[in-house]
């Protein structure tokens, strides 16, 4: 995810001689490095220190050491930019210097190609100019939405994990199109162009989700039998059920951590 973040704020316009990207394996470091013409060091202190911005994109469970190792050596105007799913914007705040500024970012996977969604949250010592800051690093991500933080855990739920759900869709639909007939190719093609056509469709249209289905489906015709099939598996009720069991994995691992 931090290489995808990293991606973007390169489109956005950052000079890539402005950034460094750490991590903890040497292999890993440079190819990063190398890939995106930025510099890349093992030195978490190193990469902090007169940084600007500085964004945290470690699994949860490793934020908390992470930021005790760095604290000291951030500037005290340098935004903290978050991307652990979970953690709220105050336990970052009780492991940094007072006053640092904090942003808590959900961003999803398709922000490598400038397709992302990402939902952004200021902690209690951002300003609206850090704020800002952030969305701009991040409109080369894709979309991004300010949202209160409390709507967090639902967004990322949604959209952070949602990814994962529609390459779900699209392997499932793949694999009917061979179900009926076809080879796997043409039929992944095919989902992936149907997918990304309707969601352009509604995007560009505005139209709400509803209604556009409603036009596919002819009174008496086919469309309507397959809807049938998806209302009788009970699939409308379980991206509900997945959507939730997501948000509430977030509390738990906020929980857990937070303790
Ligand atoms: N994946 C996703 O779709 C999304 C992820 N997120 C959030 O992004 C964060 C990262 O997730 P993800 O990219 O999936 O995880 P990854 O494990 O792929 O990335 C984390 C990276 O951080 C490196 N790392 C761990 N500890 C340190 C450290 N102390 N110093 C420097 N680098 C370190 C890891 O190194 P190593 O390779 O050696 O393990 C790894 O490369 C998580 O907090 C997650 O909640 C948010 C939205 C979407
Ligand atoms: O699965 C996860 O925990 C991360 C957060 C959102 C998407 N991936």
């Known amino acids: 995810m931090g290489e ?5 704020s390169l489109r956005a316009g950052v000079v890539p001689a402005h950034v460094v990207a750490t991590g903890r394996r040497a292999g890993r470091v440079a190819e990063v490095a190398e890939r995106h013409g930025v510099r890349g060091i093992l030195d978490n202190v190193e990469a902090v220190r007169d940084a600007d911005v ?32 979970g953690l709220s914007a105050a336990f970052f705040e009780d492991r940094l210097p007072a006053g640092q500024p904090v942003v808590r970012v959900m961003p999803n996977t398709p922000a490598a190609i400038g397709a992302g969604m990402s939902a952004v949250s200021a902690g209690t010592h951002a300003s609206a100019a850090d704020v800002a800051t952030v969305l701009a690093i991040l409109s080369g991500t894709g979309d991004a939405v300010e949202v ?7 967004a990322g739920a949604l959209a952070g994990s949602g990814p994962a759900y529609m390459f779900y ?19 992944t093609r095919l989902a992936v162009q149907t997918m990304l056509g309707s969601a352009r469709l ?5 139209e709400h989700p509803a209604l556009a289905r409603e036009r596919v489906t002819s009174p008496g015709g086919t469309t309507v039998q397959g809807l ?6 009970g699939v409308r ?15 738990e691992i906020a929980a857990e951590l937070e303790a």
Do not use: C, M, W
Not at 202 to 206: D, R, S, Y
Not at 237 to 251: G, L
């Open 148 to 154: 209160p933080e409390a709507y967090q855990a639902a």
């Open 54 to 85: 500085v964004v945290v994109a470690v699994k949860p469970k490793d934020v908390a050491g992470l930021l005790a190792s760095v604290g000291d050596a951030l500037a005290p105007h340098a935004v903290v930019v978050s991307v652990a799913a």
């Open 169 to 187: 869709v699209l392997d499932a639909l793949a694999e009917a199109g061979v179900a009926v007939g076809l080879s796997r190719e043409l039929a």
């Open 228 to 233: 049938r099939a998806l209302d009788a598996a």
């Open 4 to 8: 995808a973040v990293l991606a973007g």
């Open 202 to 206: 509604v995007a560009e249209t505005g």
């Open 237 to 251: 009720a379980a991206f509900i059920a997945a959507v939730e069991a997501a948000r509430d994995r977030t509390n």
